[in-house]
């Protein structure tokens, strides 16, 4: 089962535009952590962030923010005034940490395109 | 520091060959983890070496194998190629073995089976 859904196959904007990708994971662990990577035409993969489950607290930095919702089982990413550079796809990744078993495995979801026109 | 690389970067190989992949990671990174990526399954996970030793598995065949070497460097195998195994194949390096590591990927090996 697709434990990390990431709705969104394509979004297209304007540069200077904000832009909001949304990811929600499924986990019956306690504790887990959560990632965001950006993949650019390229192909390597850039981590942008970790979280772990004991911390809500949102992040900013620079143009980008991540919203945390427990409740909700989300971990969104916003791009604030999107440059052309922005342009890749993005993925959001769950690593579980109850038990050894599954430790070291990222879980991704099925990424996010971006793309930013001038 | 040098970031995580892999050779080859391309690799054209026919139906029934094998194929070994390389992976040198990060400097002081221990733990090394390998994905395959395609566009109908996405990121999968392979396997992870930790320590010489492969601390977990993902779901495939057997013919997919590896081994991490003292130096931490990793090599991952594919025998009897199949045209399904064409992929981008991911390394990942991190410092040490949990779910808290934070992997850092290398630029990929792109692998075209005729």
């Known amino acids: 089962a697709q434990k990390v859904t990431q709705a969104q196959t394509e979004i297209s904007v304007v540069e200077k535009e904000d832009v909001t990708l949304d990811c929600v994971y499924e986990?019956?662990?306690?504790?887990?952590?959560l990632f965001w990577y950006k993949q650019p035409p390229s192909g390597e993969l850039v981590f942008l962030i970790r979280?772990?489950?004991?911390?809500?607290q949102n992040e900013i930095s620079g143009r980008y923010s991540w919203n945390f919702q427990k409740s909700t089982s989300s971990f969104n990413f916003t791009i604030t005034a999107s440059q052309v550079v922005d342009s890749a796809v993005y993925f959001c990744?769950?690593?579980?940490?109850?038990?050894?078993?599954?430790?070291?495995?990222?879980?991704f979801g099925a990424g996010t395109q971006v793309v930013v026109t001038p | 520091k040098a970031g995580v690389t892999q050779t080859p970067r391309y690799l054209i190989k026919t139906r029934g060959q094998q194929v070994t992949l390389s992976c040198s990671p990060i400097?002081?990174?221990?733990?090394v983890s390998w994905y395959q990526q395609t566009p109908g399954q996405g990121l999968q996970f392979l396997f992870e070496?930790?320590?010489?030793?492969?601390?977990n598995k993902g779901n495939f065949p057997g013919r997919f194998s590896g081994r991490q070497f003292s130096n931490s460097r990793s090599e991952m195998n594919v025998s009897t190629l199949e045209l399904g195994d064409s992929a981008l194949y991911l390394c990942?390096?991190?410092?040490?073995?949990?779910?808290?590591?934070?992997?850092?990927f290398g630029p990929g090996t792109r692998l075209l089976v005729l």
């Open positions: 979280r772990n489950s004991f911390d809500e």
């Open positions: 990744a769950l690593s579980e940490g109850d038990r050894t078993d599954s430790w070291g495995k990222l879980q």
């Open positions: 990942a390096s991190s410092l040490g073995w949990g779910a808290q590591e934070t992997q850092y």
């Open positions: 400097s002081g990174h221990r733990s």
């Open positions: 070496y930790f320590s010489e030793t492969q601390r």
């Open positions: 986990t019956r662990d306690t504790t887990y952590y």
